[in-house]
């Protein structure tokens, strides 16, 4: 029992001495400035957690280009709101909500079946939902939540497109998946034997787990798809800390103390989305890699594991039934 909390109090003190440190950095390198960017009529779009937060700003900058957005999220009202206020801003806006809870592999199979069948291209996946610190629990496939949701339902969406994505992008312009991590990758540890976190949980480890996890198989996807020819690339981007609801789960006196400071110091959502935004419709991540702060960045030399990326990748086809 000893061994056990002392693994989730070090867990903790990590991840939030991580977080005060990147909240430094953030404040002295200022806002990121989002680069002016071409249209994109006649380019499909998927944003998954679209309705709110960083996917809501990106799915609404992305229809402002032209694009045909598709929000992928798990909440009905809160998508046809989404929805609603964005054709309010903009009466020609090409952008609809599909349901899709990443909770639920028969979910994301739906979702990819039910977009398939719209027979339209897809131009760029944007893994940005999300879930962060949530108590311990299983999806309705028995995985760990934050492995689940953060890394393997999207793992299985990025699969069932790919077909898609290849038949998209060309010599000119590639296709492209960007997967929205965080800097806790660092802090994260991968255990192919126990990626549920049974032994031990601490729901600080598991967010760190699911985020490095995320840059594994973007590093990987990216990989596979120019040993083999294809015009997809992938990449990973951190937003920075962003006022969202994603602290919703933070212990109360936490909560009520992050609030506070993020109103001040924290991002907007339109700056988080800044990154994400540049990642997907910039020509510079047709190189794949890991971005934070408008800029490619330098991961753990764990991230580039050839062997850790295969690894995982083998074991999370074996999960899936791929």
């Given at each position: ?25 953030q ?18 779009v ?72 719209q ?31 953060n890394y ?8 069932l ?40 949980y ?78 997907a ?22 991230t ?19």
């Amino acid at each position: 029992m000893c061994s056990v909390l002392w693994f989730q109090l070090l867990s903790l003190i990590k991840l939030y001495l991580l977080g005060f440190k990147v909240l430094v950095v953030q404040l002295l390198n200022g806002p990121v400035r989002l680069p002016e960017l071409p249209r994109q009529d006649g380019k499909v779009v998927i944003v998954t957690g679209g309705t709110k937060g960083i996917g809501y700003e990106v799915v609404r900058h992305m229809v402002s280009l032209g694009a045909h957005v598709i929000i992928g999220g798990r909440n009905e009202q809160e998508g046809i709101g989404a929805v609603r206020r964005i054709r309010e801003q903009c009466r020609e806006a090409k952008v609809e909500f599909r349901k899709l809870d990443l909770a639920s592999l028969e979910s994301v199979r739906l979702f990819a079946q039910r977009f398939k069948k719209q027979d339209l291209p897809l131009d760029v996946l944007i893994n940005n939902a999300g879930v962060m610190l949530v108590p311990g629990g299983r999806t309705d496939d028995g995985f760990e939540p934050h492995f689940g949701i953060n890394y393997l339902g999207h793992f299985l969406l990025t699969w069932l497109l790919l077909d898609k994505l290849k038949n998209s992008g060309n010599c000119g312009s590639n296709a492209r998946v960007v997967n929205v991590s965080s800097s806790a990758h660092s802090l994260g540890e991968i255990w192919l034997n126990d990626l549920n976190s049974c032994q031990c949980y601490s729901a600080h480890a598991a967010y760190c787990q699911s985020k490095l996890a995320q840059v594994l198989f973007s590093s990987h996807l990216h990989l596979e798809m120019q040993r083999g020819g294809f015009p997809v690339s992938s990449c990973a981007v951190d937003p920075g800390m962003v006022d969202t609801g994603l602290y919703s789960h933070l212990w109360t006196p936490l909560r009520l103390a992050q609030s506070v400071i993020a109103r001040l110091f924290f991002r907007s959502p339109a700056e988080g989305a800044a990154t994400v935004l540049s990642a997907a419709l910039s020509p510079a991540t047709d190189g794949g890699g890991y971005w934070a702060n408008g800029h490619k960045q330098r991961t753990p030399p764990v991230t580039l594991d050839p062997k850790l990326q295969l690894s995982l990748w083998e074991v999370s086809l074996q999960l899936l039934g791929l």
